[in-house]
């Protein structure tokens, strides 16, 4: 295999952690094909690359401008497109974020190859690449196999743990791509209270309509809080109003693989189970015994939440206490 081109993503000058999933993802595949790892940033001019020290990327190629602080689409598209053609990329990486979910097929089209997304385990066989990922909803796994002379793929969150590694990698500067873009950002509005994204939580506590009421999320905040975790929710209770549209989890929301998946009066719905099915660790709270949720729970406790919930909250801030 020849080389392999991570495109990382930054916010507000930091790279992202799920960047660095990324490159773990694809880093012993290529020991093992024999080519290197690079790994583009398009960013502002003061964005910091220090977080890829120890990544496992050969080299950082820093694509910065006053015209990249904010993310555009076609910019970046063309930027990752060049640098996969100059860095002769057989497989082109992209976390499976909001950004990289409109970002990664931009690039294959512009490289004219295939594209598979949302990928959660990437594999080297006699004959290729071989990726999985989750379909119908993610009752199934599909296995992929990448043929070709050059795939995009992009990576889930938190399916990857990132490396350890004390080398550092060399870093070059390269232009911006010119290009005629089409549409861009202008601005980004942040919410009021900077809060964690689920899609990138490694502990994710989400509540439905079994909270009954939106004042009672308060408990999923003070349990997310206490496991150091993010906030969601299913799509009926954002539909209410009850909380905003990037908390929800689900086939229509946001698809999250968190090493635990706290579900709390949450009934299981298909569409909801699509986005959380595939955590590493499913915990769900219902009094219902015959919900859907504990299909495919690993742990389940029945019974009344109101109960549950604060006396296992106090449990864990007891427990990290001591």
């Known amino acids: 295999m020849a080389n392999v081109l991570v495109v990382a993503e930054q916010r507000d000058g930091a790279v992202k952690r799920v960047s660095m999933e990324a ?56 930027t990752a497109a060049a640098r996969a053609e100059a860095s002769d990329a057989a497989l082109v990486l992209v976390a499976a974020t909001a950004l ?76 911006l791509a010119s290009v005629s873009a089409r549409a861009r950002t202008v601005r980004v509005e942040q919410p009021e209270q900077a809060a964690l994204d689920v899609a990138e939580a490694s502990v994710v506590v989400s509540g439905g309509r079994g909270l009954k009421e939106p004042a009672h999320f308060a408990l999923v905040e003070e349990l997310a809080a206490a496991l150091g975790g993010a906030v969601g929710a299913s799509r009926a209770v954002v539909d209410a109003g009850w909380r905003p549209h990037a908390e929800q989890v689900g086939q229509t929301g946001k698809t999250v693989s968190p090493s635990l998946y706290v579900a709390v009066g949450i009934s299981g719905a298909v569409q909801h189970l699509a986005g959380m099915r595939t955590s590493q660790v499913i915990v769900a709270i219902n009094k219902d015994k015959d919900a859907p949720i504990f299909k495919v ?19 864990i801030r007891t427990i990290k206490e001591q």
């Open 23 to 78: 490159i773990a993802a694809v880093r012993s595949v290529a020991d093992v094909s024999g080519g290197a790892v690079h790994v583009l940033v398009v960013g502002p001019p003061a964005t910091a690359t220090d977080d890829l020290t120890g990544s496992g990327a050969d080299t950082v190629f820093r694509a910065l401008g006053d015209e990249a602080a904010l993310y555009q689409a076609d910019l970046y598209a063309a």
């Open 100 to 175: 990289g979910k409109d970002l990664a097929p931009r690039i294959a089209a512009r490289l004219g190859c295939g594209l598979v997304a949302d990928v959660s385990t990437l594999e080297r066989s006699d004959d290729g690449l071989v990726a999985t990922r989750a379909v119908y909803s993610a009752k199934a796994m599909m296995t992929v196999r990448l043929t070709g002379r050059r795939s995009v793929v992009s990576v889930r969150p938190n399916a990857f743990t990132p490396l350890e590694r004390g080398d550092a990698p060399s870093v070059e500067d390269m232009a």
């Open 297 to 315: 729970a690993d742990y389940g406790i029945v019974g009344d939440l109101f109960e549950i919930v604060p006396r296992l909250t106090e449990e």
